[in-house]
């Protein structure tokens, strides 16, 4: 990996604003399943360690003005996009992700911290009449406290900027546990968040595997708050785990992204749509669309063009410039991804485009036709590039067939009827909703999920609110 900078390439925890190396975990990449670096596993002490130093590092940091918060946090931004191409590097190297796709993801992460340098100066309170003479109540905004921040390696860098952002904008300070296949660009953050001048032990990073540290975090009393993206089954245990201490939580879970396409919708967009939203990352995220779903009138048209697509993607490593979709994360990924085709196969699904020869972690995107709520595929996230085309005739049968999931995160629908547009959009039960587009991801928009796709929303005015609390102060005597 060539960097410009070099020194953002940083293989040691950081706890209390001391830099702790010792080669105990490895981290490969993907494309290669070569070696990158060797970090430390840290321990439930470690983790104890850094959450005392964030504890420390609050008061000072809580007594800021807001002002200045904003300017350390516009500092951090600029520094970020300034080093794209370097951070970019390390994202590919460990994620796998093409080269485009991950300076795409450093100008999103760094989209939250501009947006939450903004919100920094706009956290107000409000004085609301008494109902008793000689009284005046305020309605105060206070930081939530010490958080603890766990990401996944889907995003290594936006899923960070997008919790620590809004946190360190209230006044909270920070024990982030990054996903241990992907330390190294939240690392990179944090050298350059030092950089912006961001004191010792606001911002902490612990390295290693997920028990230790997620323990030692859910444990603490200290900890008021925790913010996961993952799994449903992770999330479920973490806020079991947090339950005694009561923390406030906010969990980004699990999605089955429903993608419907009726009759009358413009046949070119949905295309487009599908494309964006089922192989962005190679299908590796919560909104991807996991059931593509089609009206008969349209579906050959979609079948066909879609196809044509999919036949043109280029596998291979992110570094290469002409990589559409670079390797999986691990070897599981693989192995569950071939095994939603193998199961749906056996369904009865057709692969209706080119087998391409691939080894190692590469997966081969497919579309499939005649998929049905009995493939393993209907009901599980396959977070890869499979898409699967389930046929529907009537508005009703598609509505039942895209709520029809514990999952609410996110849907899309395309038509030109714009009675139907408020209808489906209205009966749809997810946080987030794409009509006549592929995409939902910006910065000044509330992203989260509904029912087993967890609690709380990121991004926008919502995203800064998560880590506040209001205080209620009642000064009498007047
Ligand atoms: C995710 O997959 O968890 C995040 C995707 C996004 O922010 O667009």
Redesign the pocket.
């Known amino acids: 990996m060539k960097l410009q900078d070099p020194d953002l390439f940083r293989n040691a925890a950081l706890i209390g604003g001391s830099w702790r190396a010792r080669p105990e975990m490895t981290v490969t990449d993907p494309a290669t399943g070569e070696t990158l670096g060797s970090l430390p596993d840290c321990t439930a002490e470690e983790t104890d360690e850094a959450i005392a130093a964030a504890a420390r590092a609050m008061t000072g940091w809580a007594a800021r003005t807001h002002a200045d918060r904003a300017d350390l946090l516009m500092r951090w931004y600029h520094l970020i996009l300034d080093n794209t191409e370097d951070l970019a590097r390390i994202l590919t190297a460990e994620q796998g992700k093409p080269l485009a796709e991950a300076r795409g993801e450093v100008a999103y992460g760094a989209s939250f911290v501009r947006w939450f340098a903004e919100e920094a100066r706009r956290i107000n309170g409000r004085i609301i009449p008494s109902p008793v003479q000689g009284k005046k109540i305020f309605a105060m905004k206070e930081p939530v406290g010490v958080c603890a921040i766990i990401t ?1 390696w ?2 290594p860098i ?2 960070i900027t997008r919790k620590v952002a809004p946190g360190l904008a209230a006044g909270c300070t920070m024990a982030v546990k990054p996903s241990d296949f992907t330390p190294c660009s939240a690392l990179a953050l944090a050298v350059l968040a030092e950089r912006a001048g961001i004191p010792a032990g606001v911002l902490n990073i612990l390295t290693g595997r997920p028990e230790a540290i997620g323990g030692a975090l859910t444990r603490s009393p200290v900890v008021r708050k925790l913010s996961f ?1 993952g799994s449903t089954r992770v999330g479920a245990l973490l806020a079991e785990q947090c339950a005694p201490t009561l923390k406030r939580l906010s969990l ?1 879970l699990g999605g089955n992204a429903p993608f419907v396409v009726f009759d009358d919708a413009d046949l070119d967009a949905a295309v487009e749509g599908a494309m964006q939203s089922k192989f962005r990352n190679g299908g590796q ?3 991807c669309a996991n059931r593509i779903m089609v009206q008969s009138g349209i579906h050959d048209a979609f079948v066909a063009a879609l196809a044509a697509r999919v036949d043109g993607l280029r596998v291979g490593p992110g570094t290469e410039a002409e990589a559409d979709i670079g390797p999986m994360i691990n070897p599981a990924a693989i192995e569950k991804i071939a095994a939603h085709v193998a199961d749906a196969l056996d369904r009865g699904a057709t692969r209706v485009t080119r087998t391409r020869d691939l080894s190692g972690q590469y997966a081969d995107p497919v579309v499939l036709t005649g998929a049905a709520t009995t493939m393993r595929l209907a009901s599980e996230e396959t977070f890869g590039p499979v898409a699967p085309i389930f046929r529907f005739d009537t508005e009703e049968e598609a509505l039942e067939l895209a709520n029809g999931t514990p999952y609410g995160l996110a849907a899309y629908f395309y038509t030109r009827d714009m009675a139907r547009a408020f209808r489906f959009g209205e009966a749809l039960e997810f946080g987030m909703v794409g009509l006549n587009t592929g995409l939902l ?1 910006h910065e000044v928009s509330p ?1 989260g999920g509904v029912k087993a796709s967890g609690l709380g929303r990121e991004g926008a005015q919502e995203g800064i609110e998560e880590y506040l609390e209001t205080k209620a102060f009642h000064f009498g005597g007047l």
Do not use: R
């Open positions: 996944p889907n995003f936006a899923m993206t980004e995220t919560c909104v991801s992203f």
